[in-house]
């Protein structure tokens, strides 16, 4: 699959929500560095459960409880993971736009490989 590098943010929704409105700068920091590596993982927006790893991972001593609420523990094929429900919606809508616009390209490929092919074979 294709690296995808960046995602929508419906910043609306992202700044008037409750649970962002509640963190102060230093929590909002943490909260978005997060999303964007969970993002940039390429494993589903999964980050590690264990609190003390996304804390190394982001060079600070803890994260909040305010910022952990937003990326709740869930069980996959490789254990347990933490994961954005809303990054995740947008991962999968991502993935599938994606790979739309790979199957179109590859079809827009051999139309145009055919139509050369017919054309050397009418020469």
Not at 8 to 29: C, I, Q
Not at 41 to 60: D, T, W
Not at 82 to 108: D, M, T, Y
Request: charge should be positive; proline fraction near 2%.
């Amino acid at each position: 699959m294709k690296r995808l590098t960046w995602f929508k943010v419906d910043a609306g929704r992202f700044l008037l929500s409750n649970s962002f409105r509640a963190m102060d700068s230093a929590e909002r920091g943490v909260y978005i560095t997060l999303l964007l590596e969970s993002w940039v993982q390429m494993n589903g927006c999964c980050l590690p459960a264990s609190e003390k790893e996304l804390a190394r991972m982001l060079h600070v001593k803890k994260i909040s409880p305010l910022v952990l609420q937003q990326f709740p523990k869930i069980i996959t094929e490789e254990g347990e993971k933490r994961r954005n429900k809303v990054l995740f919606e947008e991962w999968e809508n991502a993935k599938a736009a994606s790979a739309r616009k790979s199957e179109n390209a590859k079809k827009g490929h051999e139309k145009l490989r055919n139509e050369v092919a017919d054309a050397e074979q009418m020469q």
